[in-house]
């Protein structure tokens, strides 16, 4: 299993630019969720979804557009790239069942994001 | 609102060490905690995870507790070594459902000193 992967690693955009961040997963995931992290702020939750089709909002979702078509897929898409969007962003995923071991949130590599 | 906190924010430790990583969170009604390590520059690693039934968790060397009543777990390393080196965070899940979020510590940084 490839597990959770994102593109691209690094970008960098010029304010007002759109792009959209990449990710997936092969393990039949149903709970995938985008985190970004920033200095001195932690890990926060922009959005999450529960099945292909069904998707809510975290902690800070304004600037930010997700949908869910697949299981496998998890797309964040930057309407309108500002400074403040300057951060790691990470998406995770994980089995989604009650149970021990199904709980367990894996974590994709990063995409470092630069807005000018 | 469940707020995790993680102290100290950086530790440095010699080679050999067992030691403790300290987590607290504010509401005692969670599902369960997890603690990751992230090395720089890379994503998260689940380490452990432990239910909310569970009194603790041991992957090698590792072994987490949680004590729900007094909002605390901690994440104990024996025989430190080199490689411990890393950021450790610990994450809570609240009891709203198995898809409830996670509420993220700050993390805390460790360096094993050769």
């Known amino acids: 299993n490839a597990g959770v992967t994102q593109t691209p690693k690094f970008q960098v955009l010029k304010t007002g630019q759109s792009m959209t961040l990449q990710c997936a997963q092969d393990?039949?995931?149903?709970?995938m969720s985008w985190y970004r992290q920033d200095p001195g702020m932690g890990l926060r939750l922009i959005h999450y979804s529960v099945g292909a089709g069904i998707t809510d909002q975290g902690e800070v979702p304004n600037g930010y557009n997700v949908s869910r078509s697949t299981t496998e897929d998890f797309p964040l898409r930057l309407l309108s790239a500002a400074p403040s969007q300057t951060s790691v962003y990470f998406c995770?995923?994980?089995?989604?069942?009650?149970?021990?071991?199904?709980?367990?949130?894996?974590f994709g590599p990063g995409t470092r994001l630069t807005v000018l | 609102k469940q707020e995790v906190t993680q102290i100290p924010a950086a530790l440095s430790v010699p080679e050999g060490e067992n030691l403790v990583l300290n987590c607290s969170f504010t509401d005692s009604a969670i599902y369960n905690l997890q603690w990751f390590r992230q090395d720089p520059g890379k994503g998260l690693t689940s380490l452990l995870l432990i239910q909310s039934s569970q009194r603790e968790q041991t992957s090698g060397r590792l072994n987490a507790s949680l004590d729900k009543s007094s909002g605390r777990s901690t994440l104990y390393i024996a025989a430190s070594q080199p490689g411990d080196s890393a950021t450790y965070l610990c994450?809570?899940?609240?009891?709203?459902?198995?898809?409830?979020?996670?509420?993220f510590g700050k993390g805390i940084t460790l360096s094993v000193r050769p």
């Open positions: 393990m039949n995931h149903e709970y």
């Open positions: 995770a995923s994980s089995y989604s069942f009650t149970g021990s071991f199904t709980d367990t949130q894996y």
């Open positions: 994450a809570v899940k609240g009891y709203a459902g198995a898809n409830s979020k996670l509420t």
